[in-house]
C-alpha cells in the first residue's frame, strides 16, 4: 500500500506506510517567483515547471515475490 503527499505521523503507523512526498516548499518558491513576474509585468508565455516527486519507502511494501 502506497499513500500520497507524506502526511505528518504517517510514518507512525503499524506497518508505517510507503509514500510520495511532494516537494511542498519549493512549490511555494516556484508559485512566489512566478507571482512576482506577472505583478512586474514581464508574464510573457505560460510556463511549464515540473517538480519530481519523492519515493520514500516504508514498511507497507516489500519487494515483490520470485515465482517459478
Same mark, same amino acid.
Given at each position: 500500500?502506497? @499513500?500520497?503527499? &507524506?502526511?505528518?505521523?504517517? &510514518? /507512525? #503507523? /503499524? *506497518?508505517?506506510?510507503?509514500?510520495? +512526498?511532494? *516537494?511542498?516548499?519549493? !512549490?511555494?518558491? %516556484?508559485?512566489?517567483? !512566478?507571482? !512576482? %513576474? =506577472?505583478?512586474?509585468? +514581464?508574464?510573457? *508565455? $505560460? =510556463? $511549464?515547471?515540473? #517538480?519530481?516527486? %519523492? !519515493?520514500?519507502?516504508? @514498511?507497507?511494501?516489500?519487494?515483490?515475490?520470485?515465482?517459478?
Amino acid at each position: 500500500m502506497v @499513500g500520497f503527499n &507524506d502526511m505528518p505521523f504517517i &510514518d /507512525r #503507523l /503499524r *506497518p508505517p506506510l510507503t509514500t510520495i +512526498r511532494f *516537494p511542498h516548499y519549493q !512549490l511555494g518558491t %516556484e508559485a512566489a517567483q !512566478l507571482l !512576482l %513576474e =506577472r505583478i512586474g509585468g +514581464r508574464g510573457g *508565455p $505560460v =510556463r $511549464v515547471i515540473y #517538480l519530481a516527486p %519523492e !519515493l520514500v519507502v516504508r @514498511g507497507s511494501t516489500a519487494p515483490c515475490r520470485q515465482t517459478g
